[in-house]
């Protein structure tokens, strides 16, 4: 029995105890279906061969030998991971396009008595959906942008928010960097399309009638690139800013960067990326200070001489919107939570328009 993916809502609440990507890892690590565990019909080396038999010599010898590959590799999954699952199971396939390599997987489990689902059109049918959303459509989303300079817990504040009922898109957590100079974080960002299917995924789940706050970012976060129907949406939605003294600021970055100021080369090495705009001696005094320690006076000096002016720079070249003020005099938890209200109210005005 085949499925047909018409909307990306469905992936939700799909008809299946598993989902399994039968393509290759490679194809896998590129991206993939929410919640879907590889388990490769043909692993990289393997489809590279059959694909270069069925095209420079014989497609009939290409398919003989695809066909026992895919045997073999079946049978390592029913002996490992699917060896647990009982008669009840219901897997649901998918492989490139639908075709062979997910169809001879489906076909081995059906045999043996499962109750198996095929991905109509495969990998391919939920890219599509992917692109048109992302691509393609203007997106029924009220937005709402949270500005604010670096260390004024936007990330923060987008959690609470969330967990407060109201609808976020956290484009740094699904990008996995927080979008700046000195963003990166553990694990990298995952490729542009994982992270295009993600955030797709984010939006099919949100209400349209509702605001949705999302802060406010350049086009790209780290090296991924905000897809155009959101950052078309992003350009003409209301502005809320928040400030906090840059002392405050300081405390909040020595905390939330945490996971580098405990690895210093690496800090060091980020700071290394500030020396074209900051020049050789700056970025010294700066590494000197991780030698120290001294790490919320390098975050104030951080803040002082290279985030906010560049902020400053960038709002002077594209800033429409007025952008509304909400003003935090400090960025512990329990103030955040303390402003919540406020902030609530806040941004209800400001989808209102």
Request: hydrophobic share 40%; glycine share 8%.
């Amino acid at each position: 029995m085949k499925l047909n993916l018409t909307h990306i809502g469905q992936l939700a609440a799909l008809p299946c105890d598993t989902l399994i990507d039968a393509r290759s890892p490679s194809e896998f690590a590129e991206d993939h279906l929410p919640g879907a565990i590889n388990l490769p019909s043909l692993d990289d080396a393997e489809r590279a061969e059959v694909g270069t038999i069925y095209v420079q010599e014989d497609r009939f010898k290409a398919r003989r030998i695809g066909a026992s590959l895919v045997a073999r590799n079946v049978a390592a999954h029913l002996e490992g991971p699917l060896a647990r699952h009982d008669g009840s199971w219901q897997p649901l396939v998918y492989c490139w396009r639908g075709g062979q390599r997910s169809g001879s997987f489906a076909s081995i489990l059906e045999q043996i008595g499962w109750r198996v689902r095929l991905l109509e059109g495969g990998y391919r049918a939920y890219r599509r959906l992917v692109v048109q959303m992302l691509y393609e459509s203007t997106l029924a989303l009220r937005p709402v942008l949270l500005d604010g300079n670096t260390g004024t817990a936007k990330t923060r504040l987008l959690e609470l928010l969330e967990e407060s009922g109201v609808q976020v898109i956290d484009l740094e957590g699904l990008a996995n960097h927080r979008g700046s100079a000195l963003g990166a974080r553990a694990g990298g960002q995952p490729p542009q399309k994982l992270f295009e299917g993600r955030l797709a995924q984010k939006i099919a789940a949100l209400d349209p009638a509702r605001p949705v706050v999302i802060e406010a970012e350049s086009h790209k976060v780290g090296t991924r690139i905000v897809p155009p129907s959101l950052w078309t949406a992003m350009k003409s939605a209301p502005v809320i800013r928040v400030t906090a003294p840059a002392e405050a600021r300081a405390r909040y970055l020595a905390n939330a960067y945490s996971d580098m100021t405990d690895q210093p080369e690496e800090l060091c090495a980020s700071l290394d990326l500030l020396r074209p705009l900051r020049g050789h001696e700056t970025v010294d005094h700066w590494q000197e200070m991780v030698a120290t320690g001294d790490f919320t006076a390098l975050a104030e000096e951080l803040i002082r001489e290279h985030y906010d002016p560049g902020y400053q720079r960038a709002r002077e070249r594209h800033e429409t919107a007025q952008a509304r003020a909400v003003s935090l005099p400090a960025l512990d938890d329990a103030a955040l939570r303390a402003a919540l209200p406020d902030l609530m109210a806040v941004i209800e005005t400001a989808s209102a328009g």
